[in-house]
């Protein structure tokens, strides 16, 4: 059972427009979240993350916005630039406990 | 910012050897490393949480005799596939969490990753 889903494989976005990338948990426990980039062949970076008692956090383009009712959130990348081309992870936890990754949606930032 | 190398980046082998990964934290020390793996287009999977100077926890599913970890230090950890088949081809990743991070969130640094491929 898949605790956190990016529904989206992959995303599509032409440079200097807004890239939205997805994510859903199913676990209502879960308190702290993060994503993470990643570049082939290279192991993943930490992006920007949220607590469950925000719902929304800024770090220069990039913001992430928590919805706990829809358990539901995204990170909006603007604008987006060709060097954001990578597979971005979701990963949540609860507590003191171990992340749980999303299976990550590639975006390709077309110049 | 904190660094964690691996290596080897890249391992061909053939069925029936063993492989050692190293997992090393460069500027912070880990008491806490984690390995993952991660098959293609799929998220990654924890496989094992490990802890300096003690056994590791595995995760459901992951067989500990195949895959041994070792944390000697609080800056090494390394991961050894036993008798490896084709089946265990994948990208390896560790991560390290800093020991000196105080109730950091995103203390946990990942490293580039160790693809297996076994023939």
């Known amino acids: 059972d898949q605790q956190v889903k990016q529904n989206s494989p992959s995303l599509s976005v032409q440079e200097g427009r807004i890239s939205i990338l997805n994510c859903d948990y199913t676990?209502?426990?879960?308190?702290?979240f993060l994503w993470y980039k990643k570049y082939p062949a290279e192991g993943p970076t930490f992006l920007i993350s949220?607590?469950?008692?925000?719902d929304k956090n800024e770090d220069g383009r990039f913001t992430v916005f928590l919805n706990k009712s829809a358990k539901h959130l995204s990170l909006h990348i603007v604008p987006s630039q060709p060097g954001d081309s990578a597979v971005y992870f979701c990963?949540?936890?609860?507590?003191?406990?171990?992340?749980?990754f999303g299976p990550g949606t590639r975006l390709s930032v077309l110049p | 910012g904190a660094v964690v190398s691996q290596h080897p980046s890249r391992v061909i082998c053939k069925s029936g050897t063993s492989v050692k990964i190293e997992c090393r934290s460069l500027?912070?020390?880990?008491?806490?490393m984690f390995w993952y793996r991660q098959f293609p287009k799929q998220s990654l999977m924890l496989m094992a949480t490990?802890?300096?100077?003690?056994?590791?926890?595995?995760e459901q599913g992951v067989e500990k005799d195949k895959f041994l970890i070792n944390h000697a230090s609080l800056t090494l950890s390394t991961l050894t596939v036993t008798s490896a088949h084709p089946e265990d081809s994948s990208f390896y990743i560790c991560?390290?969490?800093?020991?000196?991070?105080?109730?950091?969130?995103?203390?946990?640094?990942f490293g580039p990753g160790t693809r297996l491929t076994v023939l």
């Open positions: 949220i607590s469950s008692i925000k």
């Open positions: 991560s390290a969490r800093d020991r000196g991070a105080l109730s950091s969130y995103n203390e946990q640094f």
């Open positions: 990963a949540a936890r609860r507590g003191g406990q171990n992340f749980v």
């Open positions: 490990s802890n300096e100077g003690s056994k590791a926890t595995y």
């Open positions: 676990n209502s426990m879960f308190d702290y």
């Open positions: 500027d912070f020390q880990a008491t806490t």
